[in-house]
């Protein structure tokens, strides 16, 4: 188990960039570019309401339709705006390791509290090239704290807790983004790499269930939304008090599941349009949700209790 660390009973790992952190929506403008002004006063709102940290140009922030360029003005956006209040990391991930070693030396010198590296995606590394990509990464930029990314749903394939273990030996792998969709992720990781990798769900749904098992905290869509209410769950959580953190998982569930009925960012696009916030369609081949998807989740916002 190379890098573990003995396990303190029930004790889940520190926090690095906070609880609760949200994958932010990119906004787009009418004529599809940018809107860097909009993306600034979603920020400040979000940290307003339960987010510790922020994720740009993630997978919720549409990364894969953004040119290199639009990210890097999209970050220096919002670090003007909540800069000092709240982490930061810039998602640096890319099936082309040149690119993400680039990306990620870009975030550092733009002032990135962490980089989110997702596992390399179509071109299905093995175990050793899924090492040798990460570690190229880590090495490029040591100063810069990176959170590995694992989504095997849109990736294709899946970096194993062994092969995360054999990075723990470069000190800046201090994180672990967990969307494979099972608890057993996070036992898996914890019993290999020890307290010192702090993991986080990747999917508000499970954000109490990986809890449970060890996980820190959450990298969270539906914080869009009800960010005061998932911070309320993980702190009920962390102060024991299991009644009222199975109470608000139960009461946000609807949305969670709404939230992810097409692929993200559809949904939460137009929920943050029904709630005021004119963030743009997505951009193609994503498309705008369909009245049916907008249907559910009008219900949805409507039942959520305020905050």
Not at 80 to 92: D, E, K, N, T
Not at 277 to 284: D, E, I
Request: glycine share 8%; proline share 7%.
């Amino acid at each position: 188990m190379s890098g573990a660390s003995p396990l303190s009973p029930g004790a889940p790992s520190p926090a690095p960039f906070g609880r609760v952190i949200t994958a932010m929506v990119t906004p787009f403008a009418a004529d599809g570019s940018l809107d860097l002004e909009l993306a600034a006063r979603l920020a400040s709102h979000l940290v307003d309401h339960g987010s510790d940290g922020l994720v740009l140009s993630g997978t919720t922030g549409e990364s894969p339709t953004l040119s290199w360029e639009e990210e890097h003005r999209l970050f220096a956006a919002v670090k003007q705006a909540v800069g000092g209040r709240a982490s930061l990391i810039a998602g640096c991930g890319s099936n082309s390791t040149a690119e993400a070693v680039a990306a990620t030396r870009q975030a550092a010198a733009l002032g990135a509290d962490a980089a989110l590296v997702v596992v390399p995606y179509y071109n299905k590394p093995p175990q050793e090239g899924l090492e040798a990509h990460f570690r190229a990464v880590a090495e490029a930029a040591p100063e810069l704290p990176l959170m590995l990314y694992n989504i095997p749903g849109r990736t294709g394939t899946s970096i194993s807790a062994d092969t995360t273990a054999r990075l723990m030996d470069l000190p800046n792998v201090a994180s672990f983004k967990a969307a494979s969709g099972t608890t057993e992720e996070v036992s898996q990781l914890r019993a290999a790499c020890g307290e010192r990798l702090a993991i986080y769900s990747g999917d508000d749904a499970l954000t109490l269930p990986m809890l449970a098992v060890g996980a820190v905290g959450v990298v969270s869509v539906a914080s869009h939304l009800a960010g005061v209410q998932i911070q309320r769950l993980v702190q009920a959580f962390l102060a024991g008090d299991q009644a009222t953190a199975l109470a608000l998982h139960e009461q946000l569930l609807p949305l969670c599941k709404a939230l992810f009925c097409t692929t993200n960012p559809i949904p939460v696009k137009a929920a943050l349009e029904l709630s005021g916030w004119a963030v743009g369609a997505p951009r193609l081949p994503l498309v705008s949700a369909n009245d049916d998807v907008r249907t559910r989740l009008t219900t949805v916002l409507a039942a959520l209790r305020p905050t």
